[in-house]
């Protein structure tokens, strides 16, 4: 819990025929972080089998034909299922690449017959149209085409270019009639003589016209036409019932294939992306990889079983004096990977140390830590009852709702800031900002201002010198004793650190006597030590008392040389750092009676025009008073309780870690196909 968990260094060979055997084991063990191979024990290629390369390739190109189905089902809720059974590129890629090619075909016949019947719906309602203009005029489509000396024209155009269309027509003497469809559409005839009927079709193609032409078998009675053109569009829509009804089928069809192939095709990619980590010969595979120490032996057992002992491993830890894992950190060909092993209460408190960076695989897990200091400072600053009781009742609905899986670590989070919250809401004696209904066990915020900023510095300082004695016991497990004991934010700097606290509470708080003499040789002697023991360290002691910790740990820790302005001005870095964190934390009193003042003026706000008991309370100011506090609560929860967050996290990254943890880690992310 306070270190990653150990792990080894599991290296397998395989035959060629058993490779994705062994695949598909690693697979469902979810146990081995996957490393290159070739950049410590360079073994012919690496480059996939010509098969498996082509269903890779494959596999890629038919991503943008999923994505295809995909943009045609839209905004279709699909319900992914995580992936089962085995990996298996050349069935997978058969079945994706077919099964895709037909179903877009089936997509793109669907289409078409939609467009055309909208294309035929479209032109009997233009013809439709023309014709009920023509039976306004008193004519009948049989009638125009027995014109002799005219040419007439039906059809529509842009309601905003009727005027121009008019004012043209009257240079030729030609005759209209305009009838309007809609808001932007008019529907039109046109009768000029026969001489001038090119100028008449230039005229309207200036306007945007369309024409509409009435088929020869519509040469009738202009009602009986009309009855036809109706009976063909309810055939028609009985035609487009018919395509919804097969789109539905498709569709249906489509998001359980989309769901499948989609999981599929990524889970394929994903392993034959691992694969080209792999080591090959012209007959074996090699595998290599970390796996959780506690797990290793049992996994190539298993394994070994499974391949009926067509298995060579090999398993060797950092930590050993020899062996191939250690070669392959002191190379520097791959990091030990970072596992959490942390109990159920702890993981909410992960994201919040993972978004500042991974602890190194040979440095501290500081998530404990993290969780204790952050929900004390929390506390300090939001501590409020019933706003506190809000905060659990919204994290365990979220953390305990199974149609909320995603948002489990947050509201766990949420429960314990509430609870924390709750809990210095009895030490401030506040219920939702109201200080007169319960005691206070401890003090009231905004009358104690000066105790609680006391408190609040005091409380920096034990997260201060727990992040310099974290560094001290990191740099004692690296046995970097240099750094642990005159480091910057060494053993010494410790003593400096809480003698001058000391001297403070003692000369400036008791007021005691003690002579300045002694005050500045007590402050110089830790200090100095630093200063003094790393000089001396690096220029006398250090071949012969760190030797062989530098061969063990020459590429874990870097034991540069400082250049001497460096190690003459790192006190003066010590005491300003020391003097600037500490200060820092007087942001914690001061948010939690900002915290009690906005509360307050939620209430004096609620209790304008009579409020809940004034001498002109009635029941509207009531009524009032409650909304009041009600949004009052919300807006103070909702701002408050995001900046006094950010504040949290602020402290932790600036002033905790930055005395002990570099956060340059490597995340364990062994292979695996269950989250794609």
Same mark, same amino acid.
């Given at each position: 819990?306070?270190?990653?968990?150990?792990?080894?260094?599991?290296?397998?060979?395989?035959?060629?025929?058993?490779?994705?055997?062994?695949?598909?084991?690693?697979?469902?063990?979810?146990?081995?972080?996957?490393?290159?191979?070739?950049?410590?024990?360079?073994?012919?290629?690496?480059?996939?089998?010509?098969?498996?390369?082509?269903?890779?390739?494959?596999?890629?190109?038919?991503?943008?034909?999923?994505?295809?189905?995909?943009?045609?089902?839209?905004?279709?809720?699909?319900?992914?299922?995580?992936?089962?059974?085995?990996?298996?590129?050349?069935?997978?890629?058969?079945?994706?690449?077919?099964?895709?090619?037909?179903?877009?075909?089936?997509?793109?016949?669907?289409?078409?017959?939609?467009?055309?019947?909208?294309?035929?719906?479209?032109?009997?309602?233009?013809?439709?149209?023309?014709?009920?203009?023509?039976?306004?005029?008193?004519?009948?489509?049989?009638?125009?085409?027995?014109?002799?000396?005219?040419?007439?024209?039906?059809?529509?155009?842009?309601?905003?270019?009727?005027?121009?269309?008019?004012?043209?027509?009257?240079?030729?003497?030609?005759?209209?009639?305009?009838?309007?469809?809609? #808001?932007?559409?008019?529907?039109?005839?046109?009768?000029?003589?026969?001489?001038?009927?090119?100028?008449?079709?230039?005229?309207?193609?200036?306007?945007?016209?369309?024409?509409?032409?009435?088929?020869?078998?519509?040469?009738?009675?202009?009602?009986?036409?009309?009855?036809?053109?109706?009976?063909?569009?309810?055939?028609?829509?009985?035609?487009?019932?018919?395509?919804?009804?097969?789109?539905?089928?498709?569709?249906?069809?489509?998001?359980?294939?989309?769901?499948?192939?989609?999981?599929?095709?990524?889970?394929?990619?994903?392993?034959?992306?691992?694969?080209?980590?792999?080591?090959?010969?012209?007959?074996?595979?090699?595998?290599?990889?970390?796996?959780?120490?506690?797990?290793?032996?049992?996994?190539?057992?298993?394994?070994?079983?499974?391949?009926?002992?067509?298995?060579?491993?090999?398993?060797?830890?950092?930590?050993?004096?020899?062996?191939?894992?250690?070669?392959? #950190?002191?190379?520097?060909?791959?990091?030990?990977?970072?596992?959490?092993?942390?109990?159920?209460?702890?993981?909410?408190?992960?994201?919040?140390?993972?978004?500042?960076?991974?602890?190194?695989?040979?440095?501290?897990?500081?998530? =404990?830590?993290?969780?204790?200091?952050?929900?004390?400072?929390?506390?300090?600053?939001?501590?409020?009852?019933?706003?506190?009781?809000?905060?659990?009742?919204?994290?365990?609905?979220?953390?305990?709702?199974?149609?909320?899986?995603?948002?489990?670590?947050?509201?766990? =989070?949420?429960?314990?800031?509430?609870?924390?919250?709750?809990?210095?809401?009895?030490?401030?004696?506040?219920?939702?900002?109201?200080?007169?209904?319960?005691?206070?066990?401890?003090?009231?915020?905004?009358?104690?201002?000066?105790?609680?900023?006391?408190?609040?510095?005091?409380?920096?300082?034990?997260?201060?010198?727990?992040?310099?004695?974290?560094?001290?016991?990191?740099?004692?497990?690296?046995?970097?004793?240099?750094?642990?004991?005159?480091?910057?934010?060494?053993?010494?700097?410790?003593?400096?650190?809480?003698?001058?606290?000391?001297?403070?509470?003692?000369?400036? #708080?008791?007021?005691?006597?003690?002579?300045?003499?002694?005050?500045?040789?007590?402050?110089?002697?830790?200090?100095?030590?630093?200063?003094?023991?790393?000089?001396?360290?690096?220029?006398?002691?250090?071949?012969?008392?760190?030797?062989?910790? =530098?061969?063990?740990?020459?590429?874990?820790?870097?034991?540069?040389?400082?250049?001497?302005?460096?190690?003459?001005?790192?006190? #003066?870095?010590?005491?300003?750092?020391?003097?600037?964190?500490?200060?820092?934390?007087?942001?914690?009193?001061?948010?939690?009676?900002?915290?009690?003042?906005?509360?307050?003026?939620?209430?004096?706000?609620?209790?304008?025009?009579?409020?809940?008991?004034?001498?002109?309370?009635?029941?509207?100011?009531?009524?009032?008073?409650?909304?009041?506090?009600?949004?009052?609560?919300?807006?103070?929860?909702?701002?408050?309780?995001?900046?006094?967050?950010?504040?949290?996290?602020?402290?932790?990254?600036?002033?905790?870690?930055?005395?002990?943890?570099?956060?340059?880690?490597?995340?364990?992310?062994?292979?695996?196909?269950?989250?794609?």
């Amino acid at each position: 819990m306070f270190r990653p968990e150990k792990m080894s260094l599991l290296q397998c060979v395989v035959m060629d025929s058993d490779m994705m055997t062994a695949c598909n084991f690693l697979v469902r063990r979810k146990v081995m972080h996957l490393i290159d191979r070739s950049l410590f024990h360079p073994i012919g290629k690496e480059a996939l089998p010509g098969e498996l390369s082509g269903a890779q390739a494959s596999l890629e190109k038919a991503q943008g034909s999923l994505k295809k189905v995909a943009d045609w089902l839209g905004s279709d809720e699909i319900a992914f299922k995580p992936f089962e059974g085995d990996i298996a590129p050349l069935e997978a890629e058969k079945e994706i690449t077919e099964g895709v090619e037909k179903l877009l075909n089936d997509i793109e016949e669907l289409e078409k017959k939609r467009s055309d019947l909208a294309e035929r719906e479209n032109d009997l309602k233009r013809v439709s149209d023309a014709l009920q203009s023509l039976e306004i005029a008193g004519v009948s489509a049989d009638d125009l085409r027995k014109l002799k000396y005219f040419e007439c024209v039906t059809g529509v155009m842009p309601a905003r270019f009727v005027p121009d269309l008019l004012k043209a027509l009257q240079n030729i003497g030609a005759c209209s009639e305009i009838r309007r469809l809609g #808001v932007r559409e008019v529907s039109v005839i046109v009768l000029a003589l026969k001489e001038y009927q090119d100028t008449m079709r230039s005229i309207l193609k200036s306007v945007f016209f369309s024409e509409v032409e009435i088929p020869e078998k519509y040469s009738v009675e202009t009602e009986e036409a009309m009855d036809e053109i109706e009976l063909e569009l309810w055939s028609i829509r009985e035609e487009e019932a018919l395509l919804k009804g097969e789109e539905l089928k498709l569709r249906k069809f489509a998001r359980k294939a989309y769901a499948r192939w989609r999981v599929m095709l990524e889970a394929n990619l994903r392993v034959l992306s691992a694969m080209r980590l792999f080591g090959k010969t012209a007959s074996t595979t090699y595998i290599s990889g970390w796996v959780p120490k506690k797990q290793a032996e049992k996994v190539a057992a298993d394994l070994m079983s499974l391949l009926d002992g067509r298995l060579i491993y090999d398993i060797s830890c950092p930590e050993d004096q020899s062996g191939e894992a250690r070669n392959v #950190v002191a190379s520097g060909a791959s990091q030990v990977p970072t596992k959490f092993d942390h109990p159920d209460f702890l993981k909410p408190f992960e994201p919040l140390v993972t978004t500042y960076g991974y602890p190194e695989y040979n440095g501290i897990d500081p998530t =404990l830590f993290v969780a204790i200091t952050f929900l004390v400072l929390f506390g300090m600053m939001f501590g409020d009852v019933g706003q506190g009781l809000i905060f659990v009742l919204l994290g365990l609905f979220m953390g305990f709702n199974k149609k909320l899986k995603l948002l489990k670590d947050t509201g766990r =989070l949420f429960l314990c800031v509430g609870v924390s919250a709750i809990i210095f809401g009895f030490m401030y004696g506040s219920v939702f900002g109201n200080e007169e209904l319960i005691p206070a066990l401890w003090l009231h915020p905004a009358e104690d201002s000066i105790k609680l900023i006391g408190s609040a510095i005091f409380t920096g300082t034990l997260i201060l010198t727990l992040g310099i004695l974290l560094n001290v016991w990191q740099a004692i497990i690296r046995k970097n004793w240099r750094e642990a004991l005159f480091g910057q934010w060494g053993l010494m700097s410790s003593i400096f650190y809480w003698t001058a606290i000391g001297l403070f509470y003692f000369l400036v #708080v008791r007021k005691g006597e003690l002579s300045v003499k002694w005050a500045v040789l007590m402050l110089i002697v830790p200090i100095a030590a630093v200063l003094v023991g790393d000089i001396v360290w690096g220029l006398v002691a250090k071949r012969k008392a760190i030797k062989e910790a =530098l061969e063990a740990a020459k590429n874990e820790e870097s034991e540069e040389e400082e250049g001497l302005g460096e190690q003459l001005f790192k006190p #003066v870095e010590i005491i300003l750092s020391l003097m600037t964190n500490t200060i820092s934390f007087m942001r914690v009193g001061a948010f939690g009676m900002n915290h009690a003042v906005m509360m307050s003026v939620v209430y004096i706000l609620a209790g304008v025009g009579g409020g809940w008991s004034g001498a002109n309370a009635n029941g509207a100011s009531r009524i009032s008073y409650i909304l009041s506090v009600i949004v009052g609560n919300l807006f103070v929860m909702l701002l408050e309780g995001l900046i006094v967050f950010i504040q949290c996290l602020r402290l932790e990254y600036y002033e905790f870690f930055s005395k002990f943890f570099g956060g340059s880690g490597v995340k364990y992310d062994p292979l695996r196909v269950d989250d794609v």
